[in-house]
């Protein structure tokens, strides 16, 4: 997952880099391995500053005050596909055609394809293992195949139509195209989130692109809209134009935002994910009850920080049991499920976390997290709750079971580290150690999303049920992510795998 932001002032003499800034800073929770800056200045010139590691250790006042310009875009990274070495960081730049800068949130899962046309027949180098390599430089070749000096905004609509045709996957874009003004546009299903807003001033009206609405309404921009599925935008000095390119695919936004990456004072396509995690919460109180029985011996809830606060409130409230706060969280410890190696991870959780003897010595405890990816949280999480001196630890999960990999934006694990890979509710609590496990229904974490906005019928749901949304993902496909997201890959062991072990949904059909 990524975090992206654009902003274009009306002032030609505005330095746009500031607001920039500020923007990853409030996206820093998308992406925390690397962050990249790209302004233009009235002549057209680009302006750089990108590495690896947090928003506020790249940029200081003396970096950001070579970043002059009135427009830019930024972006906030972990890796989904590539490495984490610093050719990799965005935004990507190529000069021909006009100066093409692009900052992309997602996944493409048919690269092997796209660079093979990028190198045969379009004969462009691509110089990283990022599919956003791949994606700027689609889009500057259908651009540099109109032969054409300059472009205009017909121009550019035709080309981001043909590469939705070219480009499979999960992808929302930004982007900025020298001495001309900002681009954006969103794949044709909606997976991945982005919003725009404007801003009224002086010399005309301020424009804004960023992943998240929070984003636009710390900055005091209005008029805050989603750019639809398979939409493109453009943005001058002149104003906006837009354009709906695509209309024959349907709408399925990743249920996995609300759940658990977007903060939760965001609204992504009209759904609030705090009210989406109010009804998780709702929802779950129910499924312990299933589970458990109407009388159950739950003494306390207790969140796992941060995301699964609300929906744990939201469930002690239901269930007429205590909540309380019992994990204290060291804030400046990164995210677990996306570090390297086993024993990492269940380091981080010890660092990161610490737990109150007060709230756990002598009581049987409800502890509600977000997700279970890998486990090795989870399982950690309940030995510091038994180590504090709970008497019963049961578990809940505001998601369903994580059983498959997924393929547009979020650099999950492979297949068979899912701790819910082929495995049982039973299963799955004795290898976290936990009493119980109780895992949201994904009927109902779809209807806590869906009755907030009805008009939105279906969901990517596919790490959950398996069913990609759009319908070419095959198993060699999946073998072949199989390989790449392994711990084993990751540290450089080779690994042998069937492809039955990864496994798509019997209900899979192709598009």
């Not at 996957?169 to 020298?178: R, S």
Request: hydrophobic letters at 40%; aromatic letters at 8%; proline letters at 4%.
């Amino acid at each position: 997952m990524c975090g992206i932001s654009a902003l274009l002032l009306s002032n030609p003499q505005g330095v746009a880099c500031v607001e920039l800034f500020e923007s990853l800073g409030m996206l820093q929770h998308r992406g925390q391995d690397a962050a990249g800056i790209v302004t233009c200045g009235a002549k057209g010139r680009l302006y750089q500053c990108k590495g690896n590691g947090l928003v506020r250790d790249i940029f200081d006042e003396k970096r950001l005050q070579t970043l002059t310009g009135y427009m830019g875009v930024g972006h906030v990274r972990y890796p989904t596909a590539g490495s984490s070495a610093h050719a990799e960081a965005q935004p990507f730049y190529v000069n021909s055609p006009y100066g093409l800068v692009l900052g992309h949130n997602g996944n493409l899962v048919n690269s092997v394809e796209l660079r093979r046309f990028l190198d045969r027949e379009a004969h462009r180098h691509i110089n990283t293992d990022s599919d956003s390599e791949l994606l700027v430089n689609i889009l500057a070749n259908n651009l540099q195949s109109l032969g054409k000096v300059r472009v205009n905004e017909e121009d550019y609509f035709n080309s981001v139509k043909a590469l939705f045709e070219q480009c499979h996957g999960g992808y929302a874009c930004v982007g900025m195209i020298a001495g001309f003004g900002l681009i954006a546009f969103r794949d044709p299903n909606g997976i991945r989130p982005l919003v725009y807003g404007r801003r009224k001033t002086a010399t005309g009206y301020d424009y804004m692109f960023a992943s998240e609405s929070v984003v636009l309404d710390s900055l005091d921009f209005t008029d805050i809209t989603d750019v639809l599925p398979g939409e493109a935008i453009i943005v001058t000095r002149h104003g906006l134009s837009k354009r709906h390119l695509i209309n024959d695919r349907p709408f399925t936004p990743c249920v996995f935002e609300y759940v658990y990456f977007a903060r939760p004072d965001s609204i992504i396509d009209g759904i609030s994910v705090y009210k989406a995690r109010l009804q998780m919460g709702e929802a779950l109180a129910d499924q312990v009850q299933r589970v458990l029985g109407t009388d159950h011996d739950i003494d306390v809830v207790i969140p796992v920080p941060d995301t699964s606060r609300v929906s744990a409130l939201q469930l002690s409230y239901r269930l007429n049991i205590l909540y309380r706060e019992g994990f204290i969280k060291n804030r400046y410890v990164g995210r677990t499920f996306i570090m390297p190696g086993q024993e990492m991870r269940r380091k981080s959780v010890r660092r990161k976390l610490n737990a109150m003897a007060l709230e756990f010595s002598g009581k049987n405890v409800l502890l509600v997290d977000d997700s279970i990816v890998r486990g090795t949280t989870s399982r950690e999480i309940v030995q510091m709750a038994r180590d504090a001196g709970a008497k019963k630890v049961y578990f809940a999960s505001c998601a369903p079971p994580i059983r498959y990999p997924n393929v547009y934006g979020i650099d999950m694990p492979s297949a068979r580290e899912l701790v819910a890979h082929e495995r049982s509710e039973e299963q799955i609590a004795e290898v976290i150690k936990a009493d119980r496990m109780i895992f949201q229904r994904l009927e109902d974490l779809v209807y806590a999303c869906n009755k907030l906005r009805p008009e939105i019928t279906r969901f990517d749901t596919s790490v959950f049920d398996g069913q990609y949304i759009t319908g070419d993902i095959t198993p060699d496909y999946l073998l072949a992510l199989d390989r790449a997201r392994s711990d084993n890959a990751k540290n450089g062991t080779s690994i042998q795998s069937a492809p039955e072990t990864i496994g798509l949904h019997n209900s899979f059909q192709s598009k």
